[in-house]
């Protein structure tokens, strides 16, 4: 199988990272700030006249309303890590080309696209959903792939002869090749890629240093081209740089609709669930703010994790405005679906573990108890909150006659009341230095209160449980 | 008629006092035999049931043969939203009970109890939530409603009512009183029906050892005399 490599190069990532949603009304530049040249321009700076690697003055003097925005590599570098996640679901061998190009492997791709026709369209389709401009081209070996993306050549073939011959036209100052190499090369009378490929490769060592050498080979394909390829992370992560300051957390919910946007995405072609997202709100000049949000049944769409994260909101106090957010995920789980019987009737919307979570997420986690037994003769001990949903286990006999309500703390007796019941004698505890001996009665006031008393040994009367 | 009338009428959207047949609301037995008959049938199986009680006559004890058959047919959530006390479960679980399908909300404010309380209806997978509220309102007790029958769920909306208020739109109001048999009570509202006259139910045979059963007549108490 002959080799075949695509390169995408985006020649304004940062530019339309930023400016992707919301496309700019006035003349916009990216600037070096290193050398004061423009490196990004949009239309708009374009039609008044503004070229790439213009000095800061001239294009102001150019244009007086141009927005100006230092070049930041980061943001180029996430969103490349985030067009290879786009494009790893339909094309396997992915490389970075850092700051603004993927490389593809594609020759393994073709017989499952059937033909390299169908394989593009597909890609294209992908790139696309992306809204970003991007130069590619195809090509017999990385390199050359790459020279010919970068000069825009915007053609995919699979035919060598012309992807060689347009190799071959290409000038020496598009390859990758050193200026002072260059300028070697020009001064022995060579112009071109393809007076250069004339010369035998032995002759050319003898010559030049072995990095021309090693070039030269690789770009016509003979030597081979070291790289590693994308592996897609196993944990979503992601940042997203605000494009103004937040204030407020009702409008946080819409740069977060985004994120979760991705990483329903993320996770629905991975077939996996989280349970737990933590959130870090980057707050100008002061400190992170973490924000964890818990699903006990495990979710991957956004609309849920926005309405738990809504929640949270509410309760969240800013102290400075946001200026960018990161969401991770925390343990993921393979996806099985819950199933439910067809014919029980009608279904609510949610399951027992959604709703407990979506209440624990405004109210806290402790404000939603479950009830427990525990293995003990006295009440208090007897009678437990738990987690929600756990089953105790308990097999000892359970006592008749207990009322519905106990008192955290036995109160004692400051009504008349008359004794209906009793006694039921507790003498139990001796074993954890709690030892209780209580005589438990049921009696019912003046008002028809049925109540649950005991009396110690020294004849103190205590209510401690109410018969609702 | 007035033919805007006729329209709703034939909607079954006007409840006309002549007609004597049953509403359509489904209804569940209260497990009281005295009780069913009162309210033609039981609880309704759906919607809001307003309790107005004073704490510890036996107003749960109302509710338990209910709920209990309500979770032994579906398994579904019980839930109670805040409780004035800790919720025993050891009388739950003798009661028969499943407790892990059982939760206990104790929400900051009574705002969050609603909102509670409608989200748990709402949601399809409680069978009943029970509210200790102590002042609601008429439009806050519509949305509860409507929460219920979205959700398929029973609402017991328990409190003790100091002054006189405005009719709410429940499917069932009682008022509760202290009895020595078990409880006295006064139907005050019912869906697709009239209010009735208090009454007493006897819970004898339910909780044996929480009544007190009036002496036979036959019986003359012993004369408490001193022995000199």
Known sequence: MKNLWLYLHFPHLQLDTLFSQDPAEHALAILDSKTNTVLQLNTQAKEAGIALHMGLGTAAALDQSLQVIPYQADIERHKLKDIAEALYLVTCDICFFPPNGLLLRIHNMLNLYAGLDAYWQVLQNQLATLGITYDYATGHSPFAARMLARDAWNQVTNDYSIMKKRVGDCALK???????????????????????????????????????????????????????????????????????????????????????????????????????????????????????????????QAQKWLTLAALKLENLQLTGPVCAITLKTGETQVRSPDKSDLFSGKKGTLSALQLISMLQAKLGEDAIQGLALHNDFRPEVASAYSAPLIQSDTLRQLQPLRPSFLLQIPQPLREKVSIIHGPERLHTGWWDNKETTRDYFVARSTLGQWYWVFKTPDTQWYLHGIFG | MNSILHYLKNKRLVWQAHQNVHSTAQLDSTGFKELDAELQGGFPKQGVVDIDSPVGIGELRLLLPNLHARQQSNGRLLVFIAPSMRINSEMLAEYGFNLQQVLVIHPDSPKEALWCAEQCLKSGCCQAVLLWHQAIEIHQVKRLQLAAEQGDALHVLLRQNKQVSLSLPVSLGMRLRAHPQGLNIEITKRKGGWPGRPFNLDMNQQWPQLTIQPRPDNVLPFPHSKVS
């Open chain 1, 174 to 300: 598009q390859t990758e090749l050193h200026p002072k190499t260059i300028q070697k090369l020009n001064r022995v009378g060579i112009h071109s890629v393809a007076n250069l490929l004339k010369l035998p490769l032995k002759d050319v060592a003898k010559r030049f240093d072995i990095d021309l050498v090693t070039y030269l080979g690789r770009l016509t394909g003979e030597f081979q081209h070291p790289m590693h390829f994308f592996h897609p992370p196993d944990h979503f992560h992601r940042y997203l740089e605000l494009m103004f300051d937040i204030e407020n957390t009702q409008t946080l919910q819409h740069p977060l609709k985004h994120l979760f946007a991705a990483l329903e995405q993320f996770l629905k072609v991975r077939d996996l669930l989280t349970q737990q997202l933590m959130l870090t709100f980057k707050q100008r000049d002061k400190e992170d703010l973490l924000l964890e949000i818990g699903s006990a049944q495990g979710e991957y």
